[in-house]
């Protein structure tokens, strides 16, 4: 049986096609060896997007950004990414059927789990999160969904699509063992705020205007000790500091608000994988692409080396 498990392992790891260290996720000269182990999954799914388009485009610009990150990290004094080793999936053409599209991301999830790795998906729109979430629901009896953004995306359906990016957390919520947890919240329509209001079990908001110090203990209750899946729309920072989103929103989070809020929770519960999506590149603002990418190894940072 042992030998089985290890032959399927092996064979799923031959199927998915890695990137040399030098031209994935942070440009590494070489492999770090740990027992930690990190897939970064470039997957630029643009399908649904309503308002500026460009989010195909999201990986490749993080991964290129990634390079100019340094690798020290002041606040931690220390080099995070020697905590665990890492590999980027060479980005997979993704199917032209979206229904085809989200699957595929699916059972590239499902082949992570089964290797053992922490997935860290690139978006992308945030589509792609019920189709992650649809692999992941599987391993745990509950799983808590800590959102980062600007809308709530708890629409049924939008535009005729009950997969659109607008309805991302809805579709998560069809899976029973699931409840979310959103921050930074600052745009939601009529019948998502009833939504809400009807499900307070299942779904805690924390809105951007009242996002302060008071606040952080209230966020760390909500999470401590859980199972819970990160994800990360990039309009959930203010649009002054992200304009390169598809719906940028006002009054939104800034860049140390949101490093407060990542330590509390990979500090108090057991994140099991994220996802950092909407990320729409324009010319000539690459400060969006490095801000997304430091984001990224912060995130990997608070969580294996903190």
């Not at 509390?264 to 994220?274: E, L």
Request: glycine share 6%.
């Amino acid at each position: 049986m042992e030998e089985q498990t290890k032959e399927r392992i092996f064979s799923n790891f031959q199927k998915m096609k890695t990137v040399k260290s030098s031209i994935g996720f942070l440009g590494l000269s070489r492999e770090i060896k740990s027992k930690n182990k990190v897939l970064v999954i470039p997957f630029g799914l643009e399908n649904t997007v309503s308002y500026e388009g460009g989010t195909k485009m999201g990986p490749k610009k993080i991964i290129s950004a990634s390079y100019q990150v340094e690798l020290f990290d002041e606040e931690l004094k220390k080099e995070p990414y020697k905590k665990f080793s890492l590999k980027t999936l060479k980005e997979e053409k993704i199917k032209k059927n979206f229904n085809q599209a989200l699957e595929q991301l699916t059972q590239t999830v499902n082949k992570t789990i089964n290797l053992k790795y922490f997935p860290l998906i690139l978006g992308g729109e945030h589509s792609i999160t019920p189709a992650i979430i649809k692999s992941l629901q599987q391993y745990y009896s509950k799983l808590t969904i800590v959102q980062i953004d600007a809308h709530a995306d708890l629409r049924d359906q939008y535009l005729g699509n009950k997969f659109s990016h607008a309805c991302a957390m809805r579709r998560c919520l069809d899976f029973q063992n699931i409840d979310i947890i959103g921050i930074g919240i600052r745009n939601i329509c009529k019948e998502e705020f009833e939504f809400v209001k009807k499900n307070t079990d299942r779904v805690k908001i924390f809105w951007s205007k009242d996002i302060s110090k008071k606040i952080i203990p209230k966020i760390q209750n909500s999470i401590k000790n859980k199972n819970v899946y990160l994800t990360f729309d990039v309009d959930g920072f203010d649009s002054s500091l992200m304009p390169a989103t598809g719906t940028p929103e006002p009054g939104g989070l800034f860049w140390n608000d949101t490093l407060q809020i990542l330590k509390i929770i990979f500090k108090n519960c057991n994140v099991i994988g994220a996802d950092i999506n909407e990320l729409a590149p324009k010319p000539n603002l690459h400060a969006c692409d490095f801000l997304t990418a430091k984001l990224v190894y912060k995130m990997l940072s608070y969580k294996f080396a903190s």
